[in-house]
């Protein structure tokens, strides 16, 4: 019984990366995606910026 449970609890590398690739690709998913709505806003910032001065123009 205690040879199961200590084959059971043995941490071998592919267990390790089956527990942490989610993690890390969650992760990864999450910082990509604050990324990209930074960057937009930042974009729609800088154009705004360019054309303002046109809205009196009427064009």
């Known amino acids: 019984m205690s040879k ?3 084959n059971e609890e043995e941490i071998n590398p592919k ?3 089956h527990m942490f690739l ?3 690709g969650a ?3 999450a910082v990509s995606s604050i990324l990209y709505i ?3 806003s930042w974009s729609n910032k800088l ?3 360019k054309w303002k001065d046109y809205e009196d123009c009427g064009v």
């Open 38 to 40: 930074l960057y937009k």
């Open 15 to 17: 267990k390790v990366l």
């Open 47 to 49: 154009y705004f910026e």
């Open 27 to 29: 992760i990864f998913i």
């Open 22 to 24: 989610p993690i890390v």
């Open 4 to 6: 199961r449970k200590k």
